[in-house]
């Protein structure tokens, strides 16, 4: 396990830190747009007074933070791999460089002492499958985090996902909202069993879970901002499409998700790009606020 200097600093002295994946910039976001969400989602946890530090596999080691010339060359993807939580011993063993899924990113903020994690949107339950689950639901059940989202993806099952996430015991706060935002969207009409309206009562309602030796994440779930955000029809519509060029291709595993998101991307004509820079943004920036309150 590598900690940047920096980070390891701040974790020592008690300073607040945020744990973000890189995935999202190796494998989830198309260039250039993957610099910009880096860019935007370190400046967001700043502003909010705390420190961003990406999590990655590099050269073979678990790490959480990363120089820039290592960033540079997860945002060139060059030779990097996408790793999952199953996959990192796998990829340390082999020397490999490995951009985090919110899975393994889990598992390196973990190990490092980090108390809060931010990212676009977890995984979960896919459509028309309730057998292909993703990881991301087993790391949440386990591990003690704040996690801060927009929801899970809008290409997934998001009442199957709730309702495992209910089965796991991880509690889903919403964050100034009554029900799960659907990542594209703000509303899914799904109903949240629990809310909070400041980074404080996110902080106070996971300290007592923490009091009791719970292992589950306090996933935390944001709307995207208004102003970015698209209208629901057009999101069911361009998934439906999606699934079925999916099937088509004979697309499955790990290449599912992107080749979605893809295909969504083309079928809004860009407009959920914009969408999803702007809620990284948004989530690093309340996930920054989070922490600093834990460490009060």
């Avoid at 945002?75 to 011993?89: E, F, I």
């Avoid at 393994?104 to 002492?113: H, P």
């Avoid at 009091?211 to 996933?219: E, F, I």
Wanted: hydrophobic share 50%; glycine share 10%.
């Amino acid at each position: 396990m590598r900690v940047l200097p920096a980070v390891a600093a701040a974790l020592a002295a008690g300073a607040p830190v945020v744990a973000l994946e890189s995935s999202v910039l190796a494998q989830g976001l198309p260039i250039p747009s993957n610099r910009a969400a880096a860019e935007g989602m370190s400046r967001a946890v700043a502003r909010a007074g705390a420190m961003a530090a990406i999590t990655a596999v590099v050269h073979g080691r678990a790490a959480l933070g990363l120089e820039p010339a290592e960033l540079e060359r997860f945002l060139a993807r060059d030779g990097v791999r996408k790793v999952s939580s199953r996959d990192l011993g796998v990829a340390m063993a082999q020397g490999a460089d490995g951009a985090t899924t919110v899975a393994a990113s889990l598992c390196i903020a973990r190990a490092a002492g980090v108390t809060v994690f931010s990212t676009g949107g977890i995984g979960g339950v896919h459509r028309g499958a309730p057998f292909d689950e993703s990881a991301d639901l087993v790391e949440l059940a386990r591990t003690p985090i704040v996690v801060v989202c927009a929801g899970a993806k809008s290409i997934l099952d998001l009442a199957a996902t709730l309702e495992r996430l209910e089965t796991l015991g991880v509690a889903v706060v919403g964050y100034g909202t009554d029900e799960l935002p659907g990542f594209f969207t703000r509303s899914t009409g799904l109903k949240l069993t629990a809310r909070a309206d400041s980074p404080e009562e996110v902080a106070a309602m996971h300290r007592a879970s923490r009091s009791l030796g719970r292992y589950q994440a306090t996933l935390v779930v944001q709307p995207l901002p208004a102003a970015v955000a698209l209208p629901q029809d057009e999101v069911d519509d361009a998934v439906h499409q999606a699934i079925e060029d999916a099937r088509r291709a004979g697309v499955t595993g790990a290449a599912t998700t992107p080749f979605l998101l893809g295909a969504v991307l083309r079928a809004t004509e860009g407009r959920s790009l914009l969408a999803n820079l702007g809620l990284l943004e948004e989530n690093a920036f309340l996930a920054g606020q989070i922490a600093v309150a834990l460490g009060r």
